[in-house]
């Protein structure tokens, strides 16, 4: 299973956060939950917590995705009242004593305040990754792009995947994920024969294998083999680079 995921990085990296904090939750036990249940329950207490946290988190950097960090903060309230009340029903339902409207505003806070730290983070780690300079290595359009690679992942670009923060970069000898937004890609790749195509893709044109039109919408099938849509805003784009059925 876990092999499995690893092949995934968007599933794997949610899966292995849960674990982590699950166990580590349930030795520590914090606020009271160590004194308050037994090591089972309080493990079971505790999975179910960050297991919530965790697909309420993914569900909103879904939606938020290529969004201003300001949007995203912003909109990081309504995650923390969401996702207070899932747990303050859940301590209702399991903790005794645990009821009003002051214990749901102090999980309100606990979790907003959380939540605009690890935006925060987040938003500078990419900050100091994007501003530190790379060295490049030949005259290739993509050379600079390509030093962000790990060196056993470096070849002929085929495409980029936008997932959340990251950046799936597939080559024609693997795949890596790097920490970088594809509107930054884009930019940095202005050179290279590719384009977006969609607002979480980016395919470089001499990879596409074939066009075809499904239910109206056109598709271009890569050289991995993955199947990459084109949405309506970038379909002028596409069509002008000779990519039609």
């Known amino acids: ?85 899932l747990v303050h029903l859940i301590n209702m339902a399991v903790l005794d004593g645990w009821f009003g409207w002051s214990s749901l505003a102090w999980l309100v806070g606990i979790v907003w305040v959380i939540a605009m730290a690890v935006e925060g983070l987040v938003a500078l780690n990419r900050v100091v990754h994007t501003a530190q300079p790379t060295e490049q290595t030949d005259e290739s359009p993509d050379a600079s792009f390509q030093s962000r690679l790990p060196l056993d992942r470096r070849g002929t670009l085929v495409r980029l995947e936008a997932q959340d923060h990251y950046l799936k970069v597939v080559t024609d000898i693997g795949e890596a994920l790097i920490l970088m937004r594809l509107s930054d890609a884009e930019t940095e790749l202005a050179a290279f024969d590719g384009l977006r195509v969609h607002r979480s893709h980016w395919v470089a044109i001499g990879q596409v294998q074939k066009v075809q039109r499904r239910e109206g919408r056109l598709m271009l099938t890569m050289q991995d083999g993955a199947e990459v849509p084109v949405s309506r805003t970038y379909r002028p784009g596409v069509e002008a680079a000779g990519l039609t059925v």
């Open 1 to 85: 299973m876990l092999l499995t995921l690893r092949e995934r990085p968007g599933v794997f990296v949610p899966v292995a956060v849960w674990l982590v904090l699950t166990i580590l939750a349930g030795l520590a036990g914090p606020f009271e939950t160590y004194q308050l249940l037994a090591p089972g329950p309080r493990l079971a207490y505790w999975a179910l917590i960050v297991g919530v946290s965790v697909l309420v988190d993914m569900g909103f950097r879904v939606l938020l995705r290529g969004q201003a960090l300001g949007r995203r903060l912003a909109a990081r309230l309504g995650f923390a009242i969401l996702l207070g009340w």
